[in-house]
T-cell receptor, first 113, second 115 residues
């Protein structure tokens, strides 16, 4: 089975721009979660989607949004980028029932200039 | 709110020896799960072991085992016969029964394995 695939692996943007990150879950997984990882704040939960619906959301500003498609692929969008948005963004998928373990992708490294 | 605390920023161990990584947590949920994840420099988070809170028996996966003390809210990871490939950042994480898809992570422990 193919693992979780995140694209692109690296991205460089400037302040004020917007960015879209993509995540393809493991086949059959219907839940996709997104996390932001920074040296200062560690790993923080952004949101989770299940069957195209956002089921859970972390404490991030509205500039961070996401969506999930009918094939369970998910995208995360960040608008009006700030320097502090520089981070590793990780996506994880699971079957979605109960607390099945999450399986992570390699992440997208976003750098804001 | 759930919190997870890893009090050891760094640990080191000699190859073939045993090391224990500490984790404490706080939760208001009665139904929850605990995990240890490993993140090598390649940055992919890899699930090491999982413990269901309602199970009293400690989980084991080959050389990895946990010491789950529910009353003390403690969840330590023991790595036996350490190998060079075990070197990584280790994260303890909590998932509550009603917190769909949300893992709350500790700050991480960097494990160095000396040959």
């Amino acid at each position: 089975k193919a693992g979780v695939t995140q694209t692109p692996r690296y991205l460089i943007k400037t302040r004020g721009q917007q960015v879209t990150l993509s995540c393809s879950p493991i086949s059959g997984h219907r839940s996709v979660s997104w996390y932001q990882q920074t040296p200062g704040q560690g790993l923080q939960f952004l949101f989770e989607y299940f069957s195209e619906t956002q089921r859970n959301k972390g404490n991030f500003p509205g500039r961070f949004s996401g969506r999930q498609f009918s094939n369970s692929r998910s995208e995360m969008n960040v608008s009006t980028l700030e320097l502090g948005d520089s981070a590793l963004y990780l996506c994880a998928s699971s079957a979605g029932q109960g607390n099945q373990p999450q399986h992570f992708g390699d992440g997208t490294r976003l750098s804001i200039l | 709110a759930q919190t997870v605390t890893q009090s050891q920023p760094e640990m080191s161990v000699q190859e073939a020896e045993t090391v224990t990584l500490s984790c404490t947590y706080d939760t208001s949920e009665s139904d929850y799960y605990l995990f240890w994840y490993k993140q090598p420099p390649s940055r992919q988070m890899i699930l090491v072991i999982r413990q269901e809170a309602y199970k009293q028996q400690n989980a084991t996966e080959n050389r990895f085992s946990v010491n789950f003390q529910k009353a003390a809210k403690s969840f330590s990871l023991k790595i036996s016969d350490s190998q060079l490939g075990d070197a990584a950042m280790y994260f303890c994480a909590h998932s509550g029964g009603t917190s769909y898809g949300k893992l709350t992570f500790g700050q991480g422990t960097i494990l160095t394995v000396h040959p």
